[in-house]
T-cell receptor, first 114, second 114 residues
Framework: GENVEQHPSTLSVQEGDSAVIKCTYS??????FPWYKQELGKRPQLIID?????GEKKDQRIAVTLNKTAKHFSLHITETQPEDSAVYFC?????????????FGKGTMLLVSP | DSGVTQTPKHLITATGQRVTLRCSPR?????VYWYQQSLDQGLQFLIQ???????AKGNILERFSAQQFPDLHSELNLSSLELGDSALYFC?????????????FGSGTRLTVV
């Protein structure tokens, strides 16, 4: 089955800095890679996703890049703000429908200091 | 409100007891997934149902079982509870008509076994 490794486990940055979280996956057939943000005590929420036919996707201050050859993908957050503090999870799955089970990384706790 | 409803929000019970967690998916979603999130763990996949049938199984203990009913709501049954079963249990749903990929999570049920 799929295995997703996520690094770092914790990341502390100053407000305004950039943050990068990296994930690798094992199943070369995986083709959908979402990122979730989970604030303390809340549910994980989808913030951005990327499919294997795309190398990069951007949404305001967040972007995701995918390197299919190396089987890794990354989340980039620019101009970080204190409200970006949360746990971020990457995930991977094969298939292109709700049938497919997402395999999650173990999460990265991002702390943004004012 | 994500549209995925989980009840109860909190549950405190004693070791050896049995509890049932309930999940109603978003309207139109046919697939339901159960995840366990412990304090130092990421999101551990337990089981998936699609349109009433079990579709995939993860690291679900034999003491745990689940089902999805004709109205598509799902229940996760946890029996012979142990202290280590204390965790946040999330339900997610997916596969709205036309949707591809991604889950929507409910707010979770926090189970405390004492």
């Amino acid at each position: 089955g799929e295995n997703v490794e996520q690094h770092p486990s914790t990341l502390s940055v100053q407000e305004g800095d950039s943050a990068v979280i990296k994930c690798t996956y094992s199943d070369s057939a995986s083709n959908y890679f979402p990122w979730y943000k989970q604030e303390l005590g809340k549910r994980p929420q989808l913030i951005i996703d990327i499919r294997s036919n795309v190398g990069e996707k951007k949404d305001q201050r967040i972007a995701v890049t995918l390197n299919k050859t190396a089987k890794h993908f990354s989340l980039h957050i620019t101009e970080t703000q204190p409200e970006d503090s949360a746990v971020y999870f990457c995930a991977a799955t094969r298939g292109d429908s709700g049938y497919s089970t997402l395999t999650f990384g173990k999460g990265t706790m991002l702390l943004v200091s004012p | 409100d994500s549209g995925v409803t989980q009840t109860p929000k909190h549950l405190i019970t004693a070791t050896g007891q049995r509890v049932t967690l309930r999940c109603s998916p978003r309207s139109g979603d046919l697939s339901v997934y159960w995840y366990q999130q412990s304090l130092d763990q990421g999101l551990q996949f337990l089981i998936q149902y699609y349109n009433g049938e079990e579709r995939a199984k993860g690291n679900i203990l034999e003491r745990f079982s689940a089902q999805q009913f004709p109205d598509l709501h799902s229940e996760l049954n946890l029996s012979s509870l142990e202290l280590g079963d204390s965790a946040l249990y999330f339900c997610a749903s997916s596969l709205r008509a036309g949707q591809v990929g991604g889950y929507t999570f409910g707010s979770g049920t926090r189970l405390t076994v004492v």
